[in-house]
């Protein structure tokens, strides 16, 4: 097979089992019982398997998600991490900012340190050589040129003071500088420890980065294989379920072909009989619903939304909000009865949405009175009664039709399916 047949099978499967499954539907209809019966083998065998594939693409989707949450942890932790971490640098970096700025201040300092001692040492041998070429005073000149003693001893005191000062200027400025010139070498080898622990610090930050950059990728690569996966899971499910559909309704059309068969043609009880197949009388109220199996009536299911009609012009009489686990019952009566009814009345129940619980309002026949609720367990439709504790008419003749065993038939559920064409 070439790889653009490979591709155009794989693209069209689905479209292909649904085309195939359909045609086995419209096939059923010439199909003997014993095909049919085949048939339903088959579909079930369909739908195990399908549900066999459902179960490990579940198993596979879930094991993917474990696997997504264990990485989205792993990159939480590598985040805060990667964030303790970044903190640190920012302090060693703003540490290592202000090492290099006292140093810069220290070296400015110990310049200008060292210029002023070397203009010290300058005025100091300037001083010197004025001295040795004016020649320094003797005592005797001093004392002669002194107004008395006073006077000599501040002139003494004088000299004494310029020599010890100059000393002290130029010792000072010498300590100064070597405390200057050391804290210099101090804060370059702090400069070379904090450049240290900052490039220590920024390589285990890029480090981090990496690893997060690795579960990231990781991540994506885990996320499209779920996503196509789950994809599949969702396929495989809503082909579980059309199969599932089709069953349905072909053991609801050999249901029906076997009620049909044994069903009696008398109405216990009623005003009259009703021939099943003799002529409808009126519409089918409940049009693709799957039917289910006969008691006070007809059990039937569909999708959430599907609408339940007026079978002809009715009333509504009675609403009983609780009529089974929680579930209302609609009361009608036929505006006029039709020819061999059973009963006046008719009734929906169970799993259904009224358009309306306003007592009196008319509806006209194919009228929707409501629509298939999305949640309980199937409605029932049926005769009615307006004086039986069920509001039944099979309620008011023959409980036990309330206990039906499941694939039997009722009189009760067959009748009112003849007189309104159910399928």
Same mark, same amino acid.
């Given at each position: 097979m070439s790889s653009a047949t490979e591709t155009f099978a794989s693209r069209f499967k689905p479209a292909i089992v649904l085309a195939l499954s359909c045609a086995v539907l419209l096939l059923l209809g010439a199909h003997s019982p014993a095909a049919r019966a085949a048939s339903a083998g088959a579909l079930a065998q369909q739908i195990s398997a399908g549900q066999s594939r459902v179960s490990a693409l579940s198993g596979v989707v879930g094991a993917d998600n474990g696997h997504l949450r264990r990485l989205d942890a792993g990159i939480a932790a590598l985040e805060s991490r990667i964030a303790r971490i970044q903190a640190d640098l920012n302090a060693k970096r703003a540490e290592l900012a202000q090492v290099r700025r006292d140093l810069s201040a220290a070296r400015v300092k110990l310049a200008n340190l060292q210029a002023y001692e070397r203009r010290a040492r300058y005025v100091l041998s300037k001083q010197v050589v004025a001295s040795y070429e004016t020649g320094q005073p003797d005592i005797v000149t001093v004392v002669l040129d002194s107004n008395?003693?006073?006077?000599?001893?501040?002139?003494?005191?004088?000299?004494?003071?310029?020599?010890?000062?100059?000393?002290?200027?130029?010792?000072a400025v010498i300590q100064a500088r070597d405390r200057v010139a050391a804290q210099a070498v101090r804060l370059g080898v702090l400069e070379g420890r904090a450049q240290a622990v900052t490039a220590r610090v920024l390589a285990e930050r890029n480090q981090i980065v990496a690893a997060k950059l690795t579960l990231l990728n990781e991540q994506m690569?885990?996320?499209?294989?779920?996503?196509?996966?789950?994809?599949?899971?969702?396929?495989?499910?809503?082909?579980?379920?059309?199969?599932?559909?089709?069953?349905?309704?072909?053991?609801?059309?050999?249901?029906?072909?076997?009620?049909?068969?044994? %069903?009696? /043609?008398?109405?216990?009880?009623? @005003?009259?009989?009703?021939?099943?197949?003799?002529?409808?009388? *009126? $519409?089918?109220?409940?049009?693709?619903?799957?039917?289910?199996?006969?008691?006070?009536?007809?059990?039937?299911?569909?999708?959430?939304g599907a609408g339940i009609y007026a079978p002809v012009a009715s009333t509504l009489v009675q609403v009983l909000q609780n009529w089974y686990a929680g579930q209302p019952l609609l009361l009608f009566q036929f505006n006029t009865p039709p020819p061999?009814?059973?009963?006046?009345?008719?009734?929906?129940?169970?799993?259904?949405?009224?358009?309306?619980?306003?007592?009196?309002?008319?509806?006209? %026949?194919? /009228?929707?009175?409501?629509?298939? @609720?999305?949640?309980?367990?199937?409605?029932?439709?049926?005769? *009615? $009664?307006?004086?039986?504790n069920t509001r039944t008419l099979a309620g008011a003749t023959d409980p036990a039709a309330a206990g039906a065993a499941p694939g039997t038939t009722t009189t009760w559920g067959e009748s009112f399916k003849s007189a309104f064409g159910i399928p």
């Open positions: 008395g003693f006073t006077d000599l001893l501040e002139r003494m005191a004088f000299a004494q003071r310029i020599r010890t000062h100059d000393q002290q200027i130029i010792e690569a885990v996320t499209r294989v779920r996503d196509k996966k789950a994809a599949q899971l969702s396929r495989a499910r809503g082909q579980v379920a059309m199969l599932r559909h089709q069953l349905a309704l072909l053991q609801a059309e050999q249901a029906q072909q076997a009620s049909q068969a044994a %069903a009696s /043609q008398a109405i216990p009880g009623g @005003a009259g009989t009703f021939a099943p197949g003799g002529g409808r009388a *009126g $519409s089918d109220p409940i049009p693709g619903f799957a039917i289910g199996r006969d008691d006070m009536g007809v059990d039937a299911s569909a999708a959430p061999g009814a059973p009963s006046d009345y008719w009734y929906v129940a169970e799993e259904i949405a009224p358009v309306t619980t306003a007592l009196g309002t008319s509806f006209q %026949a194919g /009228q929707r009175v409501a629509s298939f @609720a999305s949640s309980g367990t199937g409605i029932e439709i049926g005769w *009615g $009664s307006a004086t039986s």
